[in-house]
C-alpha cells in the first residue's frame, strides 16, 4: 500500500510563511487538500506527473507554490503570506482520475499536517 506523509505543519502569525512536506515512495500526481473544523475538505494545489505542471486554488494563488524535489519524490507546499483563514489540517493525496480539485478522484491519502495560524 501507498504511504503519504505529511509534515512541516505548526503555529505561525499572520503573514509569516511556513513550507510543508509530501513524502511518498514514488513520482504521481499529487495534490495538497486542507480541512478546517466543520468544513468540507477544500482543494489547495495540483502537481502532474509527468511535467510537473501546477494548478492552484483561487484561495491561495500567488501566496502559495507547489513543487515536487525528483530526487526523493517529495511534494512541498510553500505558504507565503499566510492568514487566519488558512488554518487547517493539510493533507497530500495521489490522483487518479476526474476533475483534480474533488475528492472523488484520489485513491490514497496522508494522515495530515496541522497549521494554524493566529496572532
Known amino acids: 500500500q501507498e504511504q503519504f506523509v505529511e509534515s512541516g505543519g505548526g503555529l505561525v502569525r499572520p503573514g509569516d510563511s511556513l513550507s510543508l512536506s509530501c513524502a511518498t515512495s514514488?513520482?504521481?500526481?499529487t495534490s495538497w487538500f486542507r480541512q478546517a473544523p466543520g468544513k468540507e475538505r477544500e482543494f489547495v494545489a495540483f502537481?502532474?506527473?509527468?511535467?510537473?505542471?501546477?494548478f492552484y486554488a483561487d484561495s491561495v494563488k500567488g501566496r502559495f507554490t507547489i513543487s515536487r524535489w525528483n530526487l526523493n519524490n517529495t511534494v512541498m507546499l510553500q505558504m507565503n503570506n499566510l492568514q487566519p483563514e488558512d488554518t487547517a489540517i493539510y493533507l497530500c493525496?495521489?490522483?487518479?482520475?476526474?476533475?483534480?480539485?474533488?475528492?472523488?478522484?484520489?485513491?490514497?491519502w496522508g494522515q495530515g499536517t496541522q497549521v494554524t495560524v493566529s496572532s
Open positions: 493525496a495521489r490522483y487518479q482520475h476526474g476533475s483534480v480539485v474533488e475528492t472523488i478522484g484520489y485513491d490514497y
Open positions: 514514488e513520482r504521481y500526481a
Open positions: 502537481i502532474a506527473w509527468h511535467d510537473s505542471s501546477t
